[in-house]
């Protein structure tokens, strides 16, 4: 008998996050979803109770602030506990806020601690599980911005391009312990944070959330030997004229 897969998805309880999660309860996953709001993981655990795919399809819910490095490491170990595996970790949570210099030093270490610290306290506690199995895929959702900063963007694209160096680091650190690290690398993406960072498309002009779904899906179909380091996916609406 063949064991299910597990996954960890942060920032589980909208926007990518979310259809990832949906993507990978059809796709057989058992799923550990992490976000702050309980009320939204609840709402996200009770529309997968009601497709009722398959008999372990619901998920553990953690909500839990990610910038705290104990509730990380106890949600973890929660999870190796349960299910004592963990396949596949999409380090997805992260904020936006606009401006560089003139950003409150409050706000940049808000923007830090959860698009840098918290990834890293995630991997500190996910890594060794799968060097312990010998296996996993961990995706990292990174941004575009990190590979070619943003004018008024400078402390958001900071926070990417420390992300992506820290992925693309263990990336090369644990393809020996057979441990797969990927960033993928979209521009705008049909999300809330993208009406928040006020782009000048509309939904259906943007990248769409399925597209990151896919791409993961991708992802777990390469042969065990293929590891991808990055993966950047841009909006084609940027670079029609007109648009």
């Known amino acids: 008998m063949i064991e299910q897969k597990v996954a960890v998805v942060t920032g589980a309880s ?90 409150s030093i409050d706000e940049f270490d808000r923007i830090l601690s959860i698009n840098l610290k918290a990834g890293f306290y995630f991997l500190q506690a996910v890594v060794p599980i799968m060097k312990r199995q010998g296996f996993g895929q961990i995706v990292n959702l990174v941004c575009i911005t990190a590979k070619g900063a943003e004018p008024d963007w400078g402390v958001y694209s900071a926070s990417k391009y420390a992300f992506f160096g820290l992925t693309e680091a263990i990336h090369f650190e644990l393809i020996k312990h057979g441990i797969k690290v990927t960033a993928i690398c979209p521009s705008w993406v049909d999300t809330n944070m993208a009406q928040q960072a006020a782009t000048p498309y509309q939904p259906h002009d943007m990248i769409q959330k399925e597209d990151i779904l896919n791409t993961i899906r991708w992802l777990l179909k390469m042969s065990p030997k293929a590891a991808i380091k990055e993966i950047v996916i841009d909006c084609m609406s940027e670079y029609v004229e007109g648009k």
């Open 14 to 103: 909208r926007g990518i996050g979310r259809t990832v999660a949906f993507g990978l309860i059809e796709d057989g996953f058992r799923l550990a979803l992490v976000a702050r709001s309980a009320e939204n993981l609840q709402a996200v655990a009770s529309e997968i109770a009601a497709l009722d795919l398959h008999p372990d399809s619901q998920p553990l819910l953690f909500a839990i602030d990610i910038t705290e490095r104990d509730s990380v490491h106890k949600v973890v170990a929660e999870i190796d506990k349960v299910w004592g595996r963990i396949d596949l970790f999409f380090n997805n949570a992260g904020a936006w806020t606009e401006g560089t210099l003139d950003v």
